[in-house]
């Protein structure tokens, strides 16, 4: 256990539906990441919350919404999705800024169909 | 079953022999860095860090290396076993500038 909580595990979703990835850590940390992993690609950044305040948004598409209502929760809030957007989406914790380890969840692997 | 300089997307060993993992940085500016382990179906692991004032640190059976003059960064692991089968991939950090960047994944395959 990382002490990152990541759910659901998987997706399965239409173009058209609407779906949230959540996010929750128990490490008492203030900075919480998105990332996006496609197969044989290096992980990327998306968002990045730093005291419930984004930080970075790493030009993400408009369909991929953040939402952090504390330090300990972050959502990713989905719709009208391409099936390109197919892909393990990881959830990060950190201490804080300036960013040090960060501690990932086990990721929501998530399908466009 | 070593490789070494360059960075290979895969790599196969023997259990029981040692294996390394390369990584080229690309920013000069970084500081610290990190490597993690990613088995399937899993979230990546800490393994080992290592901040840019070293040059070698040592955990239990790995070792990072890092090399500032040519922004190469390595993890051996020695007397591999299959649990070290994953995805390793390292991160590089600029601290001042809050920059986190991953490198390309070698996906370690360790044969009994």
């Known amino acids: 256990e990382t002490g990152v909580t990541q759910t659901p595990r998987h997706l399965v979703m239409g173009m058209t539906n609407k779906k949230s990835l959540k996010c929750e850590q128990h490490?008492?940390?203030?900075?919480m990441y998105w990332y996006k992993q496609s197969a044989k690609k290096p992980l990327e950044l998306m968002f990045v919350?730093?005291?419930?305040?984004?930080?970075e948004n790493n030009s993400v598409p408009s369909r991929f919404s953040p939402e952090c209502p504390n330090s300990s929760h972050l959502f990713l809030h989905l719709h009208t999705l391409q099936p390109e957007d197919s892909a393990l989406y990881l959830c990060?914790?950190?201490?804080?800024?300036?960013?040090?380890?960060?501690?990932f969840g086990e990721g929501s692997r998530l399908t466009v169909l | 079953g070593e490789s070494v300089g360059l960075h290979l997307p895969t790599l196969s060993v023997q259990e029981g022999d040692n294996s390394i993992i390369n990584c080229a940085y690309s920013?000069?500016?970084?500081?610290?860095f990190i490597w993690y382990k990613q088995e399937s179906g899993k979230g990546p692991q800490f393994i080992i860090d290592?901040?840019?004032?070293?040059d070698k640190r040592q955990g239990q059976r790995v070792t990072v290396l890092l090399n500032k003059t040519v922004k190469h960064l390595s993890l051996q692991i020695a007397a591999t076993q299959p649990g070290d089968s994953a995805v390793y991939f390292c991160?590089?950090?600029?601290?001042?500038?809050?920059?986190?960047?991953f490198g390309e994944g070698t996906q370690l395959t360790v044969n009994p």
């Open positions: 990060a914790s950190s201490r804080g800024l300036p960013v040090g380890e960060l501690f």
């Open positions: 490490l008492g940390h203030n900075a």
């Open positions: 919350y730093n005291f419930k305040e984004q930080t």
């Open positions: 920013n000069s500016a970084s500081d610290y």
């Open positions: 290592i901040r840019s004032n070293m």
């Open positions: 991160a590089e950090i600029e601290t001042s500038g809050s920059r986190l960047t």
